[in-house]
């Protein structure tokens, strides 16, 4: 009975802080090293949030997001990678394993996150607000997978969002940061 209060407690709460945020720049996320990360501090870039899994069939969009990431970081484009071990127990290791395995098999150098839920009754509060169809018509919607991919303008306006089969490379996402680039 204890567990279950503080579940749903914990769903008030994440509810609570979606439906009150304004912006994806309202929320801060823990760095895969621990350290605070408000969102806000990417005010001014376009970004992309993907929520990532390390033993997942489209793992390897890794390579295609570390590409773009180094095409376009120089003209004001950010990825933030956010483990989640929602599907299939795919991302169950520790920030720690997940940040050597990103490293070694990929070098990723765009910021990574520690791991979250981003689905069912521990939903971290940012997927709450983005899943949200209520605050986001244009991106709302559960979570399907690993690798489905949130686009913002600089201001933190939600532009696209993007299912896990659609890769980094894929001519739509190119073109909607390209647009949203050269605003």
Not at 64 to 82: A, M, N, Q, T
Not at 97 to 112: D, G, H, L, R, W
Not at 157 to 164: G, H, L, M, Q, S
Request: proline content about 7%.
């Amino acid at each position: 009975m204890r567990k279950l209060s503080l579940v749903l407690i914990l769903v008030a709460a994440a509810i609570s802080v979606a439906a009150t945020a304004k912006s994806v720049y309202n929320f801060t996320l823990r760095s895969i090293d621990g350290q605070s990360v408000p969102l806000r501090s990417y005010h001014g870039k376009v970004l992309l949030l993907v929520n990532v899994a390390s033993r997942c069939g489209f793992t390897p969009q890794y390579a295609g997001l570390e590409s773009l990431y180094e095409k376009y970081k120089d003209r004001g484009f950010v990825i933030v990678g956010i483990p989640a071990n929602n599907f299939g127990g795919q991302e169950p290791g520790t920030n720690e394993e997940i940040k050597k395995f990103c490293n070694t098999k990929y070098n990723v150098s765009f910021p990574m996150m520690s791991k979250v839920s981003v689905l069912g009754p521990d939903k971290t509060p940012l997927y709450a607000f983005l899943t949200d169809n209520s605050i986001n018509p244009k991106i709302g919607g559960e979570i399907k997978w690993n690798f489905t991919k949130f686009l913002f303008d600089r201001k933190g306006k939600p532009v696209a969002r993007f299912e896990p089969a659609v890769t980094p490379d894929s001519p739509q996402v190119v073109a909607a940061i390209e647009q949203e680039l050269g605003h």
